[in-house]
């Protein structure tokens, strides 16, 4: 749903969902700007190409997203067993 006005162009955002989720996505992203270098970057360009923090977060907050649903989804290559889990002395 088109939700601009003037010379901005954005799409209205679905607001529903999970919201330790969404907690959990913002709060990586936070991480990731104070402590990985390619996301500081990253702000730094897109600042540059005239984006707001607002908007930058979001786009950071899908990349996030993608990752972690790869991660979630991807087949194991291999069994993990309990013993793998175990902390080492």
Known sequence: ?????GRTHRQRLNRG?????????DTIVLVRLRFN???RRYVERRTKEGLNRKAIMRC???FVAREVYRALT?????????????PTA
Request: without cysteine.
């Open 1 to 5: 749903m088109p939700a601009s006005s």
């Open 17 to 25: 969902g999970d919201r330790a989720a969404n907690n959990a996505l």
């Open 37 to 39: 270098e390619r996301a």
């Open 60 to 62: 950071l907050k899908r």
């Open 74 to 86: 991807a087949t194991p290559t291999e069994r993990i067993t309990q013993t793998d889990l175990a």
